[in-house]
């Protein structure tokens, strides 16, 4: 059988310590610190201020003064955070509002001088860059177009082939918009397109950007997603790959771009902050979707401060698999005895041959995930793994991948199949995958109750699957080192029922 490439676990101690990113925007003010320079780094903190830095700056062309206050007062407080944490590094990073304000080098000045690190302001080009960097960062196999949504600005850019391309920044931020034509969602829309229509990217006759898949970005748009989420009683809260049709998405930004300040108050999920911008969002993301002719909406959580993380790394740690590279490092850091999480890819082998190298992936992401809840009490082991994986921040995942690794999961720590705990999320999953789901499950339950949990025992016996002959057999090492039994016989007897063979055998 082939080796298994496990990403190696741990940062590089060249890179070791925390890193901090402040994104300076036009309409917010956010602090990250990263748990270091590493392929899936963990997010130890994460704070946001809405300043409206970008507020009125169409009209006067400088920042807005309560935001540059507020601004102040948390940039100071963010890096002061930022170095009680530890952080080796701290990067400020301004985007649009301040590269445009005719005041804008003023403040960067004075916020250098306070915070005592420099502030670097990003062009149109860099930030377009650095957000698609972002999005791959998720999705490295991202193929589509890459929009992230600001106050100020709008930035697209085409992915494809785990690079970032061609790209452009617009004038269609929510304030610029506001500012320009008040409530007039007619003119609004006219401008929109054309914008578009001008830059290439949209319009009759124009050179654009068509492309499947749209990957929108930025704390609005992302906001739209919660909103759906919770009107269509989807059971998966987790912004990060939710999917959405194109006319699920005119849909909702029809509704949402025409109700006032007091309607929108009254749906959950919307924040106080949003209530203002988020309409006007709503139909710059309808607009840009049909200019470029998407179908498909795909949610990132991932930016430019996870593209800025990412442009740091070098090229071995940026081609690492971001789902293994998690699943890994958990995986070290959960394992009671040996990390056997490629022992057992290759222990399971046998019931999936002929599976796709995505399947094979995720079965392997499976594998390091399966000894995730074994602090929990025996009760509640199942039921803990499914939130776990269901709700931790992974990336390199759809919501249907992410569904598959919880339900395995589940599964190998006894959780019946259609029970309560997993029943709300199984129509995320197609039935063929459901029953992989389960399949794989059960065979990691006989094998860590074969093995204790140790690579040497589990090496010492096997499964085989024969599906054509309709046979099942589990071989136990001879000298006594792995249980036999009721235990193993009923967990095999699982297993077996599951993959409906006519003889089950267990020999040692």
Same mark, same amino acid.
Request: charged content about 20%.
């Given at each position: 059988?082939?080796?298994?490439?496990?990403?190696?676990?741990?940062?590089?101690?060249?890179?070791?310590?925390?890193?901090?990113?402040?994104?300076?925007?036009? $309409?917010?003010?956010?602090?990250?610190?990263?748990?270091?320079?590493?392929?899936?780094?963990?997010?130890?903190?994460?704070?946001?201020?809405?300043?409206?830095?970008?507020?009125?700056?169409?009209?006067?062309?400088?920042?807005?003064? $309560?935001?540059?206050?507020?601004?102040?007062? $948390?940039?100071?407080?963010?890096?002061?955070?930022?170095?009680?944490?530890?952080?080796?590094?701290?990067?400020?990073?301004?985007?649009?509002?301040?590269?445009?304000a005719t005041d804008g080098?003023? +403040?960067?000045?004075?916020?250098?001088?306070?915070?005592?690190?420099?502030?670097?302001?990003?062009?149109?080009?860099?930030?377009?860059?650095?957000?698609?960097?972002?999005?791959?960062?998720? +999705?490295?196999? #991202?193929?589509?177009?890459?929009?992230?949504?600001?106050?100020?600005?709008?930035?697209?850019?085409?992915?494809?082939?785990?690079?970032?391309?061609?790209?452009?920044?617009?004038?269609?931020?929510?304030?610029?918009?506001?500012?320009?034509?008040?409530?007039?969602?007619?003119?609004?829309?006219?401008?929109?397109?054309?914008?578009?229509? #001008?830059?290439?990217?949209?319009?009759?006759? #124009?050179?654009?950007?068509?492309?499947?898949? +749209?990957?929108?970005?930025?704390?609005?748009?992302?906001?739209?997603?919660?909103?759906?989420?919770?009107?269509?009683?989807?059971?998966?809260?987790?912004?990060?790959?939710?999917?959405?049709?194109?006319?699920?998405?005119?849909?909702?930004?029809?509704?949402?771009?025409?109700?006032?300040?007091?309607?929108?108050?009254?749906?959950?999920?919307?924040?106080?902050?949003?209530?203002?911008?988020?309409?006007?969002?709503?139909?710059?993301?309808?607009?840009?979707?049909?200019?470029?002719?998407?179908?498909?909406?795909?949610?990132?959580?991932?930016?430019?401060?996870?593209?800025?993380?990412?442009?740091?790394?070098?090229?071995?740690?940026?081609?690492?698999?971001?789902?293994?590279?998690?699943?890994?490092?958990?995986?070290?850091?959960?394992?009671?005895?040996?990390?056997?999480?490629?022992?057992?890819?290759?222990?399971?082998?046998?019931? +999936?041959?002929?599976?796709?190298?995505?399947?094979?992936?995720?079965?392997?992401?499976?594998?390091?995930?399966?000894?995730?809840?074994?602090?929990?009490?025996?009760?509640?082991?199942?039921?803990?793994?499914?939130?776990?994986?269901?709700?931790?921040?992974?990336s390199g995942v759809g919501?249907?991948?992410?569904?598959?690794?919880?339900?395995?999961?589940?599964?190998?720590?006894?959780?019946?199949?259609?029970?309560?705990?997993?029943?709300?999320?199984?129509?995320?999953?197609?039935?063929?995958?459901?029953?992989?789901?389960?399949?794989?499950?059960?065979?990691?339950?006989?094998?860590?109750?074969?093995?204790?949990?140790?690579?040497?025992?589990?090496?010492?016996?096997?499964?085989?699957?024969?599906?054509?002959?309709?046979?099942?057999?589990?071989?136990?090492?001879?000298?006594?080192?792995?249980?036999?039994?009721?235990?193993?016989?009923?967990?095999? $007897?699982?297993?077996?029922?599951a993959l409906d063979v006519?003889?089950?055998?267990?020999?040692?």
């Amino acid at each position: 059988m082939a080796i298994v490439h496990v990403p190696a676990i741990g940062a590089d101690p060249a890179h070791a310590g925390p890193v901090a990113v402040i994104d300076v925007g036009s $309409n917010s003010i956010r602090l990250v610190i990263f748990s270091g320079l590493e392929r899936g780094a963990s997010t130890l903190f994460n704070e946001k201020v809405l300043c409206g830095l970008g507020r009125g700056l169409a009209g006067s062309g400088r920042l807005h003064p $309560n935001g540059v206050d507020m601004a102040r007062q $948390n940039l100071v407080r963010f890096a002061r955070l930022a170095k009680a944490m530890g952080a080796r590094r701290i990067d400020l990073l301004a985007t649009a509002a301040v590269r445009e304000a005719t005041d804008g080098s003023a +403040f960067v000045a004075e916020i250098e001088d306070l915070c005592g690190q420099p502030v670097r302001v990003l062009d149109g080009v860099e930030e377009a860059r650095l957000s698609a960097l972002g999005v791959l960062s998720g +999705f490295p196999a #991202a193929h589509g177009v890459m929009g992230d949504l600001g106050g100020g600005s709008l930035e697209l850019v085409e992915l494809a082939d785990g690079d970032a391309g061609r790209s452009t920044t617009l004038r269609l931020g929510p304030f610029a918009l506001m500012e320009r034509f008040a409530g007039d969602l007619s003119a609004m829309r006219a401008e929109i397109d054309a914008q578009l229509a #001008a830059s290439g990217w949209g319009g009759e006759g #124009a050179p654009t950007a068509k492309a499947d898949t +749209f990957y929108p970005v930025g704390g609005a748009w992302r906001s739209l997603a919660r909103i759906h989420m919770q009107q269509s009683g989807y059971p998966l809260h987790v912004v990060h790959g939710y999917p959405m049709r194109r006319g699920q998405v005119n849909d909702l930004s029809h509704v949402i771009s025409r109700l006032g300040r007091r309607s929108l108050a009254k749906i959950e999920g919307i924040t106080r902050s949003r209530l203002e911008t988020l309409p006007v969002a709503a139909l710059v993301l309808s607009r840009v979707l049909r200019a470029l002719g998407c179908r498909k909406v795909v949610f990132s959580a991932h930016g430019l401060r996870e593209g800025h993380l990412f442009d740091l790394l070098g090229p071995a740690e940026r081609a690492q698999d971001p789902l293994l590279a998690v699943a890994a490092d958990i995986a070290a850091r959960a394992a009671r005895f040996d990390m056997i999480g490629g022992d057992l890819l290759a222990w399971t082998g046998c019931l +999936f041959v002929g599976e796709s190298a995505a399947e094979r992936r995720l079965r392997l992401a499976a594998c390091l995930f399966s000894d995730v809840a074994w602090r929990e009490h025996p009760d509640y082991r199942a039921g803990q793994a499914l939130m776990r994986i269901l709700h931790y921040p992974l990336s390199g995942v759809g919501h249907d991948e992410r569904v598959f690794l919880a339900v395995t999961v589940h599964s190998r720590y006894g959780g019946a199949a259609g029970g309560h705990e997993v029943a709300p999320y199984l129509g995320l999953l197609e039935p063929d995958a459901a029953h992989r789901a389960r399949i794989l499950g059960l065979a990691l339950r006989l094998a860590y109750r074969v093995s204790g949990a140790t690579e040497t025992v589990l090496k010492r016996s096997a499964l085989e699957y024969d599906g054509a002959a309709s046979t099942l057999r589990l071989i136990l090492p001879s000298d006594g080192s792995a249980p036999g039994g009721e235990a193993v016989q009923r967990r095999f $007897n699982a297993l077996a029922e599951a993959l409906d063979v006519r003889q089950a055998v267990v020999d040692g």
